[in-house]
């Protein structure tokens, strides 16, 4: 079975600082990373995705993919309230490119 | 472009009922998928179909939950008989076909509470 672990939070972190949050997985054949952002009572919605070893920046979110440690991170920078969320990492493999999502990570940013 | 369509949005039965949901992908999207997300959990993969095939229901109890997808393009997810364990958000994504970087989108859920 395909595991994918993510720090369990909840994470609190003071608005404009710097959140991270971590994913491992347990698939070395696993081919893309996601980072989905699921808001209470509402379905989740992505943020970024990662397939490449390194960092990926859009705006203020950096993924970073490290294949040899089976590690995926999110940085999100100048965190704001409405950062507020579960952040869900997903990793996609197999034949089938199946989505498997960690548990999720709740992260509060206070004003 | 309009999103991925799911009715009903809640639905509230007894245990040992029946229910279904109803899931209408992104146009041209070739796969679609169902999953359960339970309270505290993330996302589980029920079923994955590729046109109107299946491709992986492996963590699908296929004892009381069955999926159908005809003409490739809408599909039913069903439970019967329900189960305490089954109140969940049933989550419907289409994606334009399953690939390495490829993005799945996610409609709004159809919340079950069985009691």
Known sequence: QKEVEQNSGPLSVPEGAIASLNCTYSDRGSQSFFWYRQYSGKSPELIMFIYSNGDKEDGRFTAQLNKASQYVSLLIRDSQPSDSATYLCAVSGGSNYKLTFGKGTLLTVNP | ?115
């Open chain 2, 1 to 115: 472009e309009a999103g991925v369509a799911q009715s009903p949005r809640y639905k509230i039965i007894e245990k040992r009922q029946s229910v279904a949901f109803w899931c209408n992908p992104i146009s041209g999207h070739a796969t679609l998928y169902w999953y359960q997300q339970i309270l505290g959990q993330g996302p589980k993969l029920l079923i994955q179909f590729q046109n109107n095939g299946v491709v992986d229901d492996s963590q699908l109890p296929k004892d009381r939950f069955s999926a159908e997808r005809l003409k490739g393009v809408d599909s039913t997810l069903k439970i019967q008989p329900a189960k305490l364990e089954d109140s969940a958000v049933y989550l419907c994504a289409s994606s334009p076909v399953a690939g390495a970087g490829n993005t799945i989108y996610f409609g709004e859920g159809s919340w079950l509470t069985v009691v």
